[in-house]
């Protein structure tokens, strides 16, 4: 019987990401290295400057800063060392499969083109999947607060890429900006072939929950925090084994939980929710996976029983084949029963 720390347990069990922004993932040094080879000029003087910045009383505060960033990301290169970047990172942290977002449109509303976008991303994935063994899927995300015309456009420009792309999800503002707005652009998406998830109950109410899942026919929620306010969807949630993506230290640092010791996942879990571990956008809010892992297991005391089954809910939660699922689930069973 081995004796290592919850620390390292966290480190060395294999981990699926699926909820995961790739422009969150871009870091202040990378940022502005990408920034003076575009010659575009960023609002603070030093990578110092910039990290003071991240500090967030919601939601709202966070996206300004983020999309703001976004901005200095131009070519092809930018996307794939961005996307490459956070790969390299994650393999450090045994992830071995990742389901990851971009926003098509923070980079199209300024002139870069879809396929400048997608190629950067899409490439690095393949190299990703070759050299390091990370297998991978590719989420187009809608941001919720432009409009549907935006949206059926967004989702014309990916048809000729639908290959890549395995679903369709919804992010950005969330209070005002209900799955509703968005049926009919996710019934086209479903008739084009896309799996469906939204960001729902992250500030909004559980009613968005409901209408992500009645309208929107999403097979998965990110975040979903708020469905603890009606027991009705909790249950439907449980039945349905419809799995959460949730963010821990994102939701510290945007105040969904004033601290770590309130977040819900165990609560969540003695549900029977299928609730999963993710980092939202790791470059502004402190940590990739293993630093969210040992943020719950620290504050919420977690035993590596928890830690496992956890683990085991990112690929159950994951769009690999039953087949794959099965076989890392037995391989986390015996790294469990090893340490
Ligand atoms: N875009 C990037 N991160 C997000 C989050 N946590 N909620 C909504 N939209 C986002
Ligand atoms: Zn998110």
């Given amino acids: 019987m081995s004796t290592i720390s919850s620390k390292e347990f966290i480190e060395g069990i294999p981990k699926a990401e699926l909820h995961l922004h790739i422009e969150g993932t871009f ?3 990378l940022m502005f290295e990408i920034a003076k080879r575009n010659h575009k000029q960023i609002k603070y003087s030093s990578v110092e400057e910039l990290k003071k910045a991240y500090s967030f009383n919601n939601l709202q505060e966070f996206l300004d800063i983020y999309y703001a960033g976004a901005n200095v990301l ?9 996307t490459w970047a956070y790969l390299t990172k994650v393999h450090e942290q045994n992830v071995i499969h990742v389901e990851i977002f ?10 870069v083109s879809f396929d400048t976008v997608i190629k950067g991303i899409h490439n690095a994935l393949e190299k990703g999947k070759e050299e390091l063994g990370i297998s991978f899927r590719l989420i187009m995300s809608f941001l919720r607060h432009l409009d549907e015309a935006s949206a059926f456009k967004t989702l014309e420009q990916a048809l000729p890429y639908k290959n890549w792309i395995s679903a369709v999800g919804l992010d950005s503002s969330e209070v005002g900006n209900p799955p509703s ?29 409901w209408e992500a899942l009645d309208l929107l026919k999403v097979t998965r929620i990110d975040h979903g925090n708020r ?7 909790v249950e439907k949630l449980a039945s349905l084994q419809i799995p959460l993506t949730l963010c821990p230290l994102s939701n510290l640092e945007l105040k969904v939980v004033t601290d770590l010791k309130d977040h819900p996942i165990v609560k969540m879990m003695d549900k029977n929710l299928l609730v999963t571990v993710n980092s939202d956008d790791p470059a502004y809010f402190g940590g990739y996976m293993n630093e969210n892992y040992l943020g719950i297991a620290q504050a919420l005391h977690l035993s590596k029983q928890q830690i496992t089954e956890l683990a085991k809910n990112g690929f159950k939660a994951s769009w690999l084949t039953d087949q794959e699922k099965s076989s890392i689930i037995a391989k986390i069973d015996t790294y469990f029963q090893n340490n």
Avoid: N
Avoid at 227 to 233: A, F, S, V
């Fill in 227 to 233: 469905c603890l306010d009606d027991d009705k969807l």
């Fill in 74 to 82: 131009i070519k092809e290169q930018d996307f794939y060392d961005l």
């Fill in 181 to 209: 707005k968005f049926e009919r652009v996710f019934a086209k998406a479903r008739e084009d072939g896309f799996i469906t998830v939204a960001h729902a109950g992250e500030e909004g109410p559980s009613a968005y929950i």
């Fill in 102 to 111: 971009f926003d098509p449109q923070t980079h199209t509303d300024r002139g």
């Fill in 27 to 29: 870091e202040p040094e």
